[in-house]
């Protein structure tokens, strides 16, 4: 049942966000997470701080080592990968397949839910590895390491929380599903922590952030309205890619 008290913020919710969002072994209460799942969006973002960290310190450590920066991008890149479980490649690959493979909403979701990948999802994982691996090692050759990964990852998760409150599920069952709908107030405080990370970490950045974070979760809401008529976890996930893809873009005309 969804937790109907009032929307507070609550330290435990950090270890439920972390818990569903990553494989990282954190003891939590599965009942108490699954009853506090839609208030507790609010901290997606703070997990994308403590993942994006453990990448940029991945990316740090190969530099210390004496590992070329363009490879130091690919092994932190890779470790965000197994640190998540791959669920937000997952999602992209899905959405591409379903979106595009698909003549109707029904047909789609059933594409999406298929655990095979088509021309699609193979283009779009390439495509988005590619562009993410290129540019975090310019970002690193800049010396940006630290606040590109650390937002990026934050802003990237805060940008799924907009997704699953302006649109409905697009079916019955599914991981987005189970998580609900949150209210308003859990979903601007996580925004409001992302965008105090950005302001604290990389000021000048802000602004191509926020207009380009926007861009881009506005444009998914619009097609996944147009094509499902509503959201998914696959949905979630191609959001959180999508952003992160190109935020680490637009940080890059920052530095170059």
């Not at 994308?48 to 990316?59: I, K, T, W």
């Not at 189970?178 to 992302?194: C, E, W």
């Amino acid at each position: 049942m969804p937790d109907t008290a009032a929307p507070t913020p609550r330290l435990r919710d950090i270890a439920a966000a972390l818990g569903l969002l990553s494989r990282l072994p954190i003891p939590i209460d599965p009942a108490r997470a699954t009853a506090r799942s839609a208030q507790a969006v609010w901290a997606y973002p703070v997990a994308g701080l403590v993942l994006g960290g453990l990448a940029a310190a991945v990316a740090q450590i190969a530099l210390w080592l004496g590992i070329p920066a363009m490879l130091a991008a690919a092994l932190a890149l890779i470790s965000l990968v197994i640190l998540t479980g791959a669920m937000h490649e997952d999602g992209l690959a899905d959405t591409a397949d379903g979106l595009w493979g698909g003549w109707d909403a029904p047909r789609r979701l059933e594409i999406m839910k298929d655990s095979r990948i088509g021309v699609y999802g193979v283009m779009a994982l390439v495509g988005s590895f590619t562009l993410r691996w290129h540019a975090l090692g310019l970002l690193i050759v800049a010396g940006a390491t630290w606040p590109a990964m650390l937002l990026t990852a934050s802003l990237s998760r805060a940008a799924m929380l907009p997704v699953m409150a302006r649109l409905p599920h697009a079916r019955a069952t599914g991981l987005s599903h189970s998580v609900g709908r949150p209210d308003n107030m859990p979903t601007l405080i996580g925004l409001a922590i992302a965008l105090a990370a950005t302001l604290i970490l990389w000021p000048a950045a802000a602004l191509p952030l926020l207009v380009v974070g926007s861009l881009v979760t506005f444009a998914v809401i619009a097609i996944a309205r147009a094509k499902i008529g509503g959201q998914t976890g696959d949905i979630l996930g191609a959001t959180q890619t999508l952003t992160e893809t190109a935020l680490l873009i637009t940080l890059t005309t920052l530095v170059t």
